[in-house]
């Protein structure tokens, strides 16, 4: 993979954690029904680690000499708590399937320390997923 090829890559991962910051923003001030206090508190607390992810990319893209994207991914809509969740859970398992991929794409690309760092993303995003999904279960 060229450096150009890694830059454009990790672009796609940046307007990708740009939205998931705006996902959780605007959903957590949307969110209704009995379980508010609990999601909102659920979507909120996911925000700096998205954050974090998206500055670090940002950096990176900079460091390899390519210029960071300024737009998110569109948010997709949802109306219930439950659409909300299941727009989540895509997101996130989207998210731990590209920062494999990534991961490797980096160590092909002779840069282990990015590698390391997406790896330790890949952990991030597999517990966003896991603890979506558990919310998710038996929800009617
Ligand atoms: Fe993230
Ligand atoms: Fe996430």
């Known amino acids: 993979?060229?450096?150009?090829?890694?830059i454009d890559a990790l672009n796609d991962d940046l307007a990708a954690e740009f939205q998931a910051v705006v996902m959780y923003t605007t959903y957590s001030a949307m969110v209704t029904g009995p379980y508010r206090p609990q999601l909102v508190t659920f979507m909120q607390a996911e925000i700096p680690d998205e954050l974090g992810h998206a500055q670090f990319l940002a950096d990176k893209i900079a460091a390899l000499g390519g210029v960071p994207t300024k737009q998110p991914l569109a948010v997709p809509e949802a109306e219930?708590?439950?659409?909300?969740?299941?727009?989540?859970?895509?997101?996130?398992?989207?998210?731990?399937?590209n920062y494999t991929k990534r991961a490797d794409q980096a160590k092909e690309a002779g840069q282990l320390g990015l590698a390391v760092q997406l790896e330790d993303m890949v952990v991030d995003e597999t517990s966003h997923y896991e603890e979506t999904k558990k919310l998710l279960e038996d929800w009617h």
């Open 80 to 97: 219930t708590p439950k659409e909300m969740l299941e727009r989540i859970l895509e997101a996130e398992r989207k998210a731990v399937d």
């Open 1 to 6: 993979m060229s450096n150009q090829a890694l």
